[in-house]
């Protein structure tokens, strides 16, 4: 347990729904991304919030839609996918953005695109 | 481009000791970490080198060298449960971690 949560742990969606994924951290951190992990490729930074405000978002499709409405819940939105975009959706937090700081890891939410 | 290398698999025995190399060529560095990774659940957090040299936390220690821009993971009096991925990652000049496509170990009795 990490102290960082993400549901659902599963998703099965078509190319036209529309899904949110959730993650909440209760380590009082100020700092929390967005990971998409592919088999055998490494992590790839979706998308970084600091203090609630978007500070990174690296050449993300716009399919792809974050939100923080505070420094404990990050969501992020999807809508029109492809099947490409199946892969584990991790959730990370961090103390501050910056030096030093490890981060902290949700289970993940395994997104099947049908 | 920024880059990590590490093996895509490697096994050992139980009870034996592992060495797993990461490479890195990023511009800038302001440390480097090691993540454990079992199948189906999340990374955690082992280790965090940014000075040269070898740091130790009881069964895995980590060493750094920066002028040659590699790493290592030593894992001593290997279990069973060591079985799984190891990711090295690199955070670079703007402190954005850079990761490597991780290395999974197959610990045999």
């Known amino acids: 347990e990490t102290g960082v949560t993400q549901t659902p742990r599963h998703l099965v969606m078509g190319m036209t729904n529309k899904k949110s994924l959730k993650c909440e951290q209760h380590?009082?951190?100020?700092?929390m991304y967005w990971y998409k992990q592919s088999a055998k490729k490494p992590l790839e930074l979706m998308f970084v919030y600091s203090l609630e405000e978007r500070v990174e978002n690296n050449s993300v499709p716009s399919r792809f839609s974050p939100e923080c409405p505070n420094s404990s819940h990050l969501f992020l939105h999807l809508h029109t996918l492809q099947p490409e975009d199946s892969a584990l959706y991790l959730c990370?937090?961090?103390?501050?953005?910056?030096?030093?700081?490890?981060?902290?890891f949700g289970p993940g939410t395994r997104l099947t695109v049908t | 481009g920024q880059n990590i290398d590490q093996p895509t698999e490697m096994t050992a025995t139980e009870g034996a000791i592992v060495q797993i190399n990461c490479t890195y060529q990023t511009s800038g560095f302001n440390g480097l970490f090691w993540y454990q990774q079992h199948a189906g659940e999340a990374p955690t957090f082992l280790s965090y080198?940014?000075l040269d040299g070898l740091e130790e936390k009881g069964r895995f220690s980590s060493f750094l060298s920066r002028s040659k821009g590699y790493s290592y993971l030593l894992l001593k009096e290997l279990q069973m449960k060591d079985s799984a991925s190891y990711l090295c990652?690199?955070?670079?000049?703007?402190?954005?971690?850079?990761w490597g496509a991780g290395t999974k170990l197959i610990i045999k009795p």
């Open positions: 990652a690199v955070k670079d000049s703007n402190y954005q971690l850079i």
């Open positions: 380590l009082g951190h100020n700092a």
């Open positions: 080198n940014v």
């Open positions: 990370a937090s961090s103390q501050v953005l910056g030096e030093g700081g490890e981060q902290y």
